[in-house]
């Protein structure tokens, strides 16, 4: 996990698509966050650090965690995307979140924080243990570290010989983000990259959204996923556009889970959090 020398290529793209993607992402996966966050300690009247903002969802649920009296840093590397961040916050009368766009790492950033979190952000960076040794610099004596990530090796529960269209979903998916460089195992990974950085042993959770109603959200959120990882696909030739038909997936799906019976399962997450020592 720590022999990369740099960042992986963000697999999703940075389009307006991939903006409408993460938001629906994260109404998919928004009880598993918070319910991350309660575990984890985060509440009112802290200052918390959400890294790899995004369209702002996460910042926006850590806003409410911690009130009126407490407060939320959001950065993002992706200063565009940061733009939509703010709009939202602000159309929501949130007057606690404040964004920066930036890279967390080499940001001039207070040390003053009750905690830091972040979503789907340690699988991108080249080496995540230094990531949050940095990090925890950043957090005062008793304060809380919170990362909720992907892991992409329970997927071999997916295949079967019913679901020809998820078999290969689940392989071309996997094999893009190999390619590009993400850890596609981060959610394992999670306990190392704390012990490494100098961390206690976290506390780990694993959960994954799974569906098969015909209106369940999770076959439009799968085939914007497709749409946004498209360009990989066919940049590292794993398939062609005509082989994903990314404009008719979500319908296809569905047929698929019909007549099958298998429910399709989202990307697994895995959370790990720690208190660091008073």
Do not use: C
């Not at 992706?78 to 404040?98: C, F, Q, S, V």
């Not at 295949?159 to 981060?186: C, Q, Y």
């Amino acid at each position: 996990m720590s022999n990369q020398t740099r960042d992986a290529e963000y697999t999703m793209g940075r389009t307006d698509s991939e903006t409408d993607r993460l938001i629906k992402q994260s109404q998919l996966y928004d009880n598993v966050t918070r319910r991350f966050f309660l575990r984890s300690g985060i509440t009112n009247g802290m200052k918390v650090l959400d890294v790899g903002s995004g369209a702002g969802d996460v910042a926006i649920t850590l806003a409410d965690f911690v009130g009126e009296d407490g407060s939320v840093i959001g950065v993002d590397v992706n200063p565009d995307i940061l733009d939509t961040a703010k709009a939202r916050a602000n159309a929501e009368g949130y007057k606690n979140i404040e964004f920066i766009a930036g890279d967390i790492r080499t940001l001039d950033l207070p040390d003053d924080f009750d905690a830091v979190a972040g979503r789907l952000v340690l699988m991108y960076m080249a080496d995540p243990a230094e990531a949050l040794k940095h990090l925890i610099t950043l957090v005062k004596p008793g304060g809380i570290v919170a990362f909720q990530e992907a892991e992409f090796s329970p997927y071999t529960a997916a295949i079967h010989p019913d679901t020809p269209l998820i078999n290969n979903l689940v392989e071309w998916g996997r094999t893009v983000f190999e390619k590009s460089g993400a850890h596609t195992e981060m959610g394992m990974d999670l306990y190392k990259a704390f012990v490494d950085a100098g961390l206690p042993e976290p506390i780990l959770h694993f959960e994954a959204p799974m569906g098969g109603p015909e209106d369940w959200p999770g076959f439009d959120y799968l085939e914007n996923s497709f749409r946004s990882i498209l360009p990989l696909i066919e940049k590292y030739e794993i398939a062609t556009a005509e082989q994903v038909q990314v404009d008719t997936l979500a319908e296809r799906i569905q047929k698929e889970v019909a007549v099958s019976k298998r429910p399709v399962m989202l990307p697994p997450h895995i959370t790990a959090h720690v208190t660091l020592p008073s």
